[in-house]
Each structure stands twice: as structure tokens, then as C-alpha cells.
């Protein structure tokens, strides 16, 4: 099929280059049609599968250690993924991130999303800078594409399995068959994934937390039926199940000046916080049980001189958690979420094909989701819902029965529908052989509703409606030369543009779009015959109204800040000087400021008669700087081979809020090593490997949480992975 061919094409490149000192040649698709990663004029980070597999990415939180300017944040089920400064502040289901997710051309409307099966897979692209054009809305930082091996003519798979300290186990493998010879073609990957928690819970009988229990699955039906038409089916499901992630309290619980100064008479009968980051005290019998599935069809038409393809796709997923929210051993504040979210997409796209000096592409898409959400504070009985009024004997904060097994006393059911269309086209012109321009521009229109029955700690449940919309024309200019056949300078200014939202209050404002105006030079060259690749790019973003959340009288909230200006250079280097010995660097500054910003700070006591000029902060999850490092050294034996790898990865500072706190939610400079050793057999068949992350077993937060003044001001985090040593033996057939 035309799939296929165009492939097929770039993985015997691919094989060539593996055959010889020369570097890999990878084949990606980041501007929607087939062309070398050095040859796209734009900022990107492409991974082939078996970079992948050698580097150990699994997961999106991995991918930092090899992309430049990327951060990643855990929020409880929530992934925050940042590039070059912008990410998302708004994790909830009436915001969207600022980083597109793609699994084999889908978009993923939901944060959780990103916890796509990283398992058999063709490639990883990471574009870096908004792509306001081919992938619109809600893609202002960029986009992490994943994309599947596609089924394959030859029978064959393969079978892993691998363990570690934590209890940890995981299986994995792939097979596949051809059912129909050339014609009807069948793989289906799967993974399942089990460790013990990462955080030891020191009360009796009670489950640790951010421990695992996931399977993911993937099958494939391609069918070929002539040389000019392809048609894959493509069904997924995930499940995540366990005690979830864990809140750590960070030092003693507080005597808190604010209005909940009185949650410290339930914390007095708490035992002392764990003063170890991995050790914690809840008496909460939390759990997770997420869940996703979804299927999606593609279609692929070879008209001669243009393509037509089709990519129809449902998704749905479900969050099931119970957590802790108080952070201690007595009986306070629990959390309870529930999301039920499905979406529906269709992207239409015709694209020039064949030799000249047009080459274009446009396309429609579409997109629809609901969301139903269910979020309630309550507790046992003992907690918050025990309060009485000292005088008159009732309730202070009054509870109502919302269905679960105690009423709850704060919280909101909701239900949010989102509805976006587009129409884009963007065409390249090659004026000579080899200076060509590009032009593109796209419209969207987004629309969103929402239905709420919402109750405050002090009020009775109230039901009310918002709704809203937005809509944006982002274009791009540019142009790129290939100086030589291994070097090329390109130029552009591009526009992005996120949706806005509103809030889960009656009466409340919406808060605006945010838009951001993008200048990037970047340089893609090639020296050594192939053992030096060398690539570079400067930027400048002009960013308006970005999303932030705060606390205002008690309340979650959104406001739009007012400029921010980032600039940043980047430079990635990969080099095979000898043969056997790969080198890897990635550098990445990053200056990404508020220009004009006003707000209160949520933390004060008393608040200030103006708001704190928060002009200058950095913006929040970005470091000023970032390095990676990579080198493999590969010997030969008579009875097999031996590739060792170590990979460093160093980041600057960085803050989690705009408020640029010191003392609250900043994570001060580290480094991370990991480390692996390979053994494969002579015939390839099989393989066995060692390896170690974060083998000085570092503490790094992953998220901090400044104290919430409705829950007593505790200071809470969320830690990154800490040491972790693997066996893994590897069969693959034939």
C-alpha cells in the first residue's frame, strides 16, 4: 500500500545506515507528509524505535532526559508536559494543555491521555514551538507524536520480560501475522506492569502509594486490497489500577493563620509527619482505577498526483480515585474524583504528491467531547463534617448525600461538552533546487458548555450553566535552504492558540485565549560523511494572556496573565566518530519571563492593598537551562555483541509557580545518571539487559503544592521515580 512503500522506504535506509558507521537516517511525518528528520525545517526530536529501546524511553516522564527544554510534572492522574516554557496550569476538564498529545495521528483531549503504551513503536517525534497550522489548537508549546509499528507481511514477534527492586515485573510483546497474504495483515502488542509503592505507609493496614498495577494493549488490522488504497483498524485499551499517587506532606503539620486555623485541632490527635520523603502517614484506604479505550480508522488513497487520507477516531476514559487529602493518619479530608470522558474525532487531509515545485497540503478536522466529572470532600464521620457551630450546635460546614458512601461537604458534578472544528492549508514553493518558501493558515472554532450542581464548604448545593466560545485564524511563514546536501538553514514566524475556558462558579467570568507570536532560526547539518549531525535553533515567542490558576477565597480559579516574553536557544548533537561508539548531547537555555503580570498572592494572611508586580518571574516549570548526555560504546564477540550506555541529564532550577517562591514550591538544580549494559546474541534472537535509573537516587520533586488555605496550609508534593535497578531477557521469532 502507499503506507507501506513510504515506510518500507525509510526503514531500508534505516537498515543501510545501521550496516555502516553512518549515522540512522529516521523518516518522519511531523508536517503531515513523509520526509528526513533533517530535511523538515522545523525544530523537532525523533527517536526511532530501537533509539527507544536503547535509550530506555518508556514513558513521557523519560523523554526529558533526551529532549531539550522539555519538563514533565506529575499532577495526581494529570501528566504536565512543558516545552520551552509552556505547558498548562489547568488541569481539569474545562482547560486544555499547551502541549498536543498524538497517538498515531489522534489527538488526546485529556491530560491522563499521556499515558499511551510507549511499547512497539515506529517512532516518537517531539516538535518544539507552536504548530498553530497542521495541528492547531491547543498545540502552542508543541507536540509529542507517537507513532505504532504498523502490521507487518512476515510472521513474527517478540516476548519480554523484565524485573526489578520495588517488586517491580513487566511483560511485554508483540506478535504478528498475516491473515491474508499482501492483503490482510494482523499485529497486537500488550504490556502489563506490576511494583510495590514508591512511598512506604507507616500506618497499619493501610496500602502504600505510587505504586503500579497497568495493562495496555494495541491491535492492528491493516488491509491492503490494492496498491493504491490502505485501510487500518486500530483498537486500544489501558487499565491503571492500585492505590494511586501520593501527596507527601512536607514538614510539620502547620498552625495555620488563615480562615481553616481551626483543621488544627484535628491535627493535633495526628501522629508527626514522616520526616523521610519516601516514608508517609495516611489512614485512607486510597485506590485507582483509570481506565481507557478507543479505536480508530485510517484510510489512505493514492490518486495519483495528490493523497487523501481519513482518520476517524473514538476515545473514552475513566478516572476512578479515592485519596487522602489531609496528608496524615487521622480523619480530616478525603478526595473522591470520577471522570467519564469520550471524545470523537475526524481529520480529513489531501496532499499534493510526486515531483515539482509545489507541495501542499489541506485538510478539515473535527472534534467533539464530554466529560462528566464528579469531585467531592467528605470524610468518615470524624473529619470536617463533625465541625458544630459552638452556640447554636449545627453543621458549620453542611453535607449533602451526592451517592457516595459519606456525604460530602465541598465539591461539584458536572457535566462539559466541547465541540472544535478547523479548516487548514499550507503549501512550500521552491523558488531554485534549493531555497524554497512556506506559507500556511488555519481557522478554528471551539465551543464549550457545561451543566453543574456545585456545592461551597459553607453553602448548599446550586445548580448553574456557562458556556462559551472562541475562535482564532493562526498562520505561518517561512523559508529554508539547503546550502549543501547535508546542510540547511531555516527561518519562520508562526501564531498558536489555546482555547479558552470557565470557571465551576456560578457567575464567573470566562478567561480568555492565549495566543503567542513565534520567531525561530534553526540550522539541520550533517559532517563526517554521516558521523556528525549537528542541529541548532534560536527562538523568540511573544506570549499574551497565558492560563494560571490561583486560590481566591477558597477557590480553585483562572485567571490570564498579561505578557510573557521566551527566548531560547537549543543544540543537539549526535556523533559516531568511531565505529561502535555513539555520542549523544542536548543543550537548551531557556529565558521565559512575565513581562506584565498583577496578582495576589493565594498565601498571604492578609491580603495587600495591590496586587504583587510579579513582572520578571520566571515562568513556572522552566529551567533556565538543561543538559543531556549520552554515550554507548558497542564490542563485538565472537558470540554475540555487548553495548553499554550511560545518560546524564542536569536541570537549572525551576519554579512551579508564577509566584516564584523560594521556599515553597521550588526544586533547586540536579543531575540524574542512568546506566545500562546489553547483551545480544549472535543471531539477534534474543538479548539480556542490566539497567539503573537515577542511580544516585535523587530526590526530585515532580510537583510541589504551596499550602492550600482550605486545607490547613500544607505543604505537599509529588517525587519523581527514585532509584531503579531492572533485568530484562528478550526473545524475538520468526
Sequence with gaps: GIYGAVISQGVLAQEEAKESTELEVIIVTAQKRSESLQETPIAISAFSSTMLDERGITDVESLVSAVPGMHFSQAGSNTRITLRGIGTEQTTVTGDPGVAFHVDGVYQARASASSALFYDLERVEVLRGPQGTLYGRNAT?????????????????????????????????????????????????????????????LTQGVDDLEDRDSLNLRTQLLYTPTDTFDALLSVNYSSDKGAGEANKGLGDYPISTNFSKFINIYYAGATPNPSDTREIRTNANAYRDNSGKGASLTLDWDLGSTTLQSITAWQELEVDTFADADFSDVDIINENRFQDSSQYSQELRLSSAGEGPWEWVTGLYWLSEESNVNYWLNDQGAGLSSLKHPRFGINIFPIVDVGLDNPAYFGNKSTIESDSMGAFVQTSYSITEDLKLTAGLRYSDDEKSADYARKEFAGQLEDFSNQDSWSKVTWKLGTDWQVTKDNMIYASVSTGFKSGGFLQQEDAESY????????????????????????????????????????????????????????????????????????????????????????????????????????????????????????????????????????????????????????LDFQESYHKTDASLTYYSADDLWYITLSAQNLGDVEVASQINPGDPSLGGINRTQWQTPRMYKLSVGYHFE
Design 141 to 201: 508549546g508543541g507536540s509529542i507524536n507517537l507513532i505504532s509499528k504498523r502490521p507487518e507481511s512476515d510472521l513474527g514477534g517478540e516476548f519480554e520480560l523484565q524485573i526489578g527492586n520495588y517488586d517491580h515485573k513487566r511483560v511485554r510483546g508483540v506478535f504478528n501475522v498475516p491473515l491474508i497474504d499482501d492483503k490482510l495483515l494482523f499485529r497486537i502488542s500488550g504490556q502489563q506492569e506490576k511494583r510495590d509503592g514508591f512511598y512506604e505507609n
Design 512 to 663: 480568555d485565549e492565549e495566543e503567542i507570536l513565534a520567531w525561530e532560526f534553526g540550522s539541520k547539518n550533517r559532517f563526517f560523511e554521516d558521523r556528525l549531525q549537528a542541529n541548532i535553533t534560536a527562538y523568540s515567542y511573544e506570549y499574551t494572556d497565558m492560563q494560571l490558576r490561583t486560590i481566591r477565597d477558597l477557590t480553585s480559579v483562572v485567571t490570564n496573565a498579561g505578557e510573557s516574553e521566551i527566548k531560547g536557544i537549543e543544540l543537539e548533537l549526535l556523533a559516531r566518530p568511531i565505529d561502535n561508539l555513539e555520542l549523544s548531547a542536548a543543550f537548551a537555555y531557556t529565558d521565559a519571563k512575565f513581562v506584565t503580570y498583577f496578582d495576589d498572592d493565594p498565601l498571604d494572611d492578609i491580603p495587600k492593598t495591590s496586587p504583587l508586580d510579579l513582572s520578571g518571574n520566571d515562568l513556572a516549570r522552566s529551567p533556565d537551562s538543561s543538559v543531556n548526555l549520552l554515550a554507548a560504546y558497542t564490542w563485538e564477540l565472537s558470540s554475540g555483541r555487548l553495548r553499554s550506555s550511560i545518560n546524564y541529564h542536569w536541570s537549572d532550577d525551576v519554579y512551579f509557580s508564577a509566584y516564584n517562591r523560594d521556599d
